[in-house]
């Protein structure tokens, strides 16, 4: 692979995170640790793994039409985000709904939404939701309970095989969503139905809204886990872009690929360790505390030579 797709990725990773940043100063808080530990892997999938469309041009978003129903005929989906969908193309479920701010930044790095998009953020009739939903930027489906998204995906996956389709369902899963029956009961599914069309990458950042995921119910062995569901497991550092995407083109015969990737939830943004262990969302506590992030954006825009990581 080359160095000069490494590169772009990890430039998209760091303007994820920078623009993740941004978002949370203007909102007065935000999800910033989930960019922080899947940046790379969001790049890496609209960068390289994914096989989706790109729509003509970067999408402005609309106003809420409604839910799906018979009596709504003119409702969408976000779905139009990653391009047309046809048999060959891939179809990308989030499915930690939570994630939707890093989603909808990764999009606008990636020039698929407009970057005005960000200002309709939770706003009384904007699809661009905090806890995102079928019609938001870049999602089909509505996820906002944990162990939602997965079961979707396999309907979909199921489906696409019945029909013969050769794209792929991919999903992104938060290890939060471990703690989860019905995510268990999806991949027992899964794998009894020889899903080998699905593929799955888990953001293990280790922490949860509650703190650290160990003292709060530990779910280690992942990996174990999964090869004992039955899947074939391969378990990676999620900041490795080479890793992230060298894993995409394991082949599996008759079974599902889960792609474990082990982040770091302050990655390329040290300020956030002073708050461990409650990473899950950054609240400002004074001026004080808001303005020590503000001088980290103002560094980080201004870094023109700092945007790739120094291993390369």
Same mark, same amino acid.
């Given at each position: 692979?080359?160095?000069?797709?490494?590169?772009?990725?990890?430039?998209?990773?760091?303007?994820?995170?920078?623009?993740?940043?941004?978002?949370?100063?203007?909102?007065?808080?935000?999800?910033?640790?989930?960019?922080?530990?899947?940046a790379e892997i969001f790049a890496s999938l609209y960068l390289k793994i994914l096989n989706i469309d790109m729509p003509k041009?970067?999408?402005?978003?609309? *106003?809420?039409?409604?839910?799906?129903?018979?009596?709504? %005929?003119?409702?969408?989906?976000?779905?139009?985000?990653?391009?047309?969908?046809?048999?060959?193309?891939?179809?990308?479920?989030? $499915?930690?709904?939570?994630?939707?701010?890093?989603?909808?930044? #990764?999009?606008?790095?990636?020039?698929?939404?407009?970057?005005? +998009?960000? !200002?309709?953020?939770?706003?009384?009739? *904007?699809?661009?939701?905090?806890?995102?939903?079928?019609?938001?930027? +870049?999602?089909?489906?509505?996820?906002?309970?944990?162990?939602?998204?997965?079961?979707?995906?396999?309907?979909?996956?199921?489906?696409?095989?019945?029909?013969?389709?050769?794209?792929?369902?991919?999903?992104?899963?938060? !290890?939060?969503?471990?703690?989860?029956? /019905? #995510?268990?009961?999806?991949?027992?599914?899964?794998?009894?139905?020889?899903?080998?069309?699905?593929?799955?990458?888990?953001?293990?950042?280790?922490?949860? %809204?509650?703190?650290?995921? $160990?003292?709060?119910? !530990?779910?280690?062995? @992942?990996?174990?886990?999964?090869?004992?569901?039955?899947?074939?497991?391969?378990? @990676?550092?999620?900041? !490795?872009? /080479?890793?992230?995407?060298?894993? $995409?083109?394991?082949?599996?015969?008759?079974?599902?690929?889960?792609?474990?990737?082990?982040?770091?939830? #302050?990655?390329?943004?040290?300020?956030?360790?002073?708050?461990?262990?409650?990473?899950?969302?950054?609240?400002?506590?004074?001026?004080?505390?808001?303005?020590?992030?503000?001088?980290?954006?103002?560094?980080? @825009?201004?870094?023109?030579?700092?945007?790739?990581?120094?291993?390369?």
């Amino acid at each position: 692979m080359s160095k000069d797709i490494i590169k772009k990725i990890s430039k998209v990773a760091y303007g994820i995170r920078t623009r993740t940043l941004e978002h949370t100063i203007k909102n007065n808080g935000g999800y910033l640790s989930q960019a922080c530990s899947s940046a790379e892997i969001f790049a890496s999938l609209y960068l390289k793994i994914l096989n989706i469309d790109m729509p003509k041009k970067p999408i402005s978003p609309k *106003s809420f039409n409604g839910v799906p129903g018979i009596d709504n %005929c003119s409702y969408f989906t976000g779905a139009e985000y990653n391009g047309s969908r046809n048999s060959y193309y891939d179809r990308f479920i989030l $499915s930690p709904a939570q994630y939707a701010l890093i989603l909808y930044s #990764t999009l606008i790095e990636t020039n698929r939404m407009t970057p005005d +998009g960000l !200002d309709h953020f939770n706003k009384d009739g *904007s699809v661009v939701e905090m806890i995102g939903a079928e019609h938001s930027p +870049g999602m089909e489906v509505t996820t906002g309970s944990l162990g939602q998204g997965i079961s979707q995906a396999a309907g979909i996956a199921y489906a696409r095989k019945v029909k013969g389709d050769t794209g792929r369902v991919v999903v992104f899963l938060s !290890d939060g969503e471990l703690q989860i029956g /019905q #995510t268990w009961e999806a991949i027992q599914s899964i794998v009894y139905h020889k899903l080998n069309n699905i593929l799955i990458y888990i953001d293990v950042n280790g922490y949860q %809204c509650d703190g650290k995921m $160990s003292s709060v119910m !530990d779910i280690e062995p @992942i990996d174990k886990r999964f090869k004992a569901f039955g899947a074939k497991t391969l378990r @990676i550092y999620g900041h !490795d872009i /080479q890793a992230l995407i060298n894993s $995409s083109h394991v082949t599996t015969k008759n079974k599902p690929l889960v792609i474990i990737a082990d982040t770091d939830p #302050t990655k390329d943004m040290h300020i956030l360790k002073e708050r461990s262990p409650k990473y899950h969302y950054v609240r400002f506590l004074n001026i004080e505390d808001k303005k020590i992030y503000e001088t980290e954006l103002k560094k980080r @825009i201004s870094n023109k030579e700092g945007v790739y990581p120094k291993w390369l």
